[in-house]
């Protein structure tokens, strides 16, 4: 399976540390876009991630563009985010998965929405609730992954 986690310019380091530590239990690639506001060694990353950090697969990005040009051809894109009618659970996740997140205070570029409505699933919460902290969404979609795939 190949099993990929993009971060676009996540803003804090312990979460992106959580996240690598969750690709590195199931084989996920991280992918990390930025710009971020810190440097991925940074020791608040790497202490998230504690004795796993060795075993993640990484990449990293300067920017978008750079991201998307180095995707292979019809990559299978789904994007998490708040507010879609289809819930991370309606979905069949195929082999050749890739989930992207936005930045914890913005979430994902209005532009890259637009251009994929049909490939936004959310994850459930009540009303009064603006979302999820970035490392457990993530966790929570891609242990669904795991799960139709019996990683």
Same mark, same amino acid.
């Given at each position: 399976? /190949? ?10 380091? *312990? ?6 530590? @969750?690709?590195?239990?199931?084989? +996920?690639?991280? #992918?990390?876009?930025?710009? @971020?506001? !810190? ?15 060795q075993h993640l697969d990484?990449?990293? =990005?300067?920017?978008?563009?750079? !991201? ?15 507010? &879609? ?7 069949? =996740? ?6 992207? !997140?936005?930045?914890? @205070? ?7 929405? /637009? +251009? /994929?409505?049909?490939?936004?699933? &959310?994850?459930? @919460?009540?009303? #009064? ?18 799960? *139709? #795939?019996?990683?």
């Amino acid at each position: 399976m /190949n099993f990929n986690i993009v971060l676009i310019t996540p803003e804090i380091p *312990q979460n992106t540390g959580n996240i690598g530590r @969750t690709c590195a239990a199931i084989g +996920a690639r991280l #992918h990390i876009v930025g710009p @971020t506001p !810190f440097e991925i060694t940074e020791k608040a990353a790497r202490r998230a991630g504690l004795d796993y950090w060795q075993h993640l697969d990484l990449m990293q =990005y300067a920017s978008l563009d750079e !991201f998307f040009s180095s995707l292979p051809p019809n990559a299978n894109l789904t994007l998490v985010e708040t507010g &879609s009618n289809t819930l991370y659970t309606d979905i069949t =996740y195929p082999e050749d998965t890739w989930l992207l !997140f936005g930045c914890e @205070t913005k979430g994902l570029p209005a532009e890259l929405l /637009n +251009a /994929n409505k049909g490939r936004v699933v &959310s994850i459930p @919460t009540l009303p #009064h609730i603006r979302s999820l902290n970035l490392s457990n969404a993530v966790a929570i979609v891609a242990f669904e992954v795991v799960r *139709q #795939h019996e990683l």
